[in-house]
């Protein structure tokens, strides 16, 4: 019924920069938080940067200063923008957004994950 797809994914050098984009569509009435998270190998999945539906944001203090999130309500879209990443930024990322579908239906959704590597 609703469906996110990721994009923006890559390999970059540390201190490098990179723009990841997450899409929502489907059956969509209301879209209220977006957000993205993010796991390596071995680690669990975190939480990298959160947005509201009124654009509040909060971010996880490893990114805090490089990272920023927001949203484009009108093309239900997310982006990450990553700024002087370090190799510890590593990770598989992965969009969550919180909906309610046109039958009243809520739930958290994810997309399929876009790979980040920060090379030394």
């Known amino acids: 019924q609703v469906q996110l797809v990721e994009s923006g994914g890559g390999l970059v050098q540390a201190g490098g920069s990179l723009r990841l984009s997450c899409a929502a569509s489907?059956?969509?009435?209301?879209?209220?938080?977006m957000a993205w998270y993010r796991q390596a190998p071995g680690k669990q999945r975190d939480l990298v940067a959160r947005?509201?539906?009124?654009?509040?944001?909060n971010y996880a203090d490893s990114v805090k200063g490089r990272f920023t999130i927001a949203r484009d309500n009108t093309k239900n879209t997310v982006y990450l923008q990553m700024n002087s990443l370090k190799p510890e930024d590593t990770a598989v990322y992965y969009c969550?957004?919180?909906?309610?579908?046109?039958?009243?239906?809520?739930?958290?959704?994810w997309g399929q994950g876009t790979q980040v590597t920060v090379s030394s």
């Open positions: 489907g059956s969509i009435s209301t879209i209220n938080h």
């Open positions: 947005i509201t539906s009124t654009g509040n944001s």
């Open positions: 969550n957004a919180n909906i309610y579908t046109r039958s009243r239906y809520n739930a958290d959704y």
